[in-house]
């Protein structure tokens, strides 16, 4: 073979070789930019609502606690029926009622958040089936509370009310405490009211179960999911 033969198979062979590797470096990118917004659009989802699981774990246990041990849960003993939230002052909200109202707040926020998980699935990315398990799991936790007379209509209202739009946020406590404040709105909530006052009396112990059984149960998956640590060890850890 000529010197220039040698020459022209040599400049071809180095730029199918150049060509390959920018193919195949592209191709890696593409792979790594979809994988990263997969993983971003996941977390997204996946990390408020194990944090609101967490929450609300944690606060219903505070009742089952109490009512383990003296029979009632005293901090949240304020009112005696929704309709006594009607013209309570902000300083009610954050001092007597604080216990109640914001146990109320905390299972709302929980409500929207799978709400809105539930809603999108299906543009969620999980590995195997854990898309369907997510999904039995959220409903699991929906029958659950349902069981506690907060109907799963109810439930998704109550999420709706609590997510802002356009804003992308959860009203604050002080926020929800406003929406409280108008018995037009209110009443959407009552029956979450009247659960946590039948809690705090000590009733429907083992309907509280059921809903603390259900959410462990998506607290683990989520831990799981998310490759976390134990959180609901580490909420209560945070309170010693």
Known sequence: MDTLSVTLVSALTSGAISMGLVWLTGHQQRRDSKRTQRETQNLS?????????????????????AVDRQGFYRPAQVLNEPQEVDGKSPAWFAGTGVALVSSIWITSCLFAQMTRTRHDIPFLRLPGKDDTRLAALILKVHVAFAACDVYYATQSSIGVDVFLEPEGRLRSYREFCDLLSQPDRRVWADPLIWFHLAIANGERRPDLQRALDALQELSGFLDDSLAGGASLQARWDAER
């Open 45 to 65: 989802y996946l990390n408020p609502l194990r944090w609101h699981t967490a929450e609300a774990h944690h606060r219903l246990s505070l009742y089952a606690t």
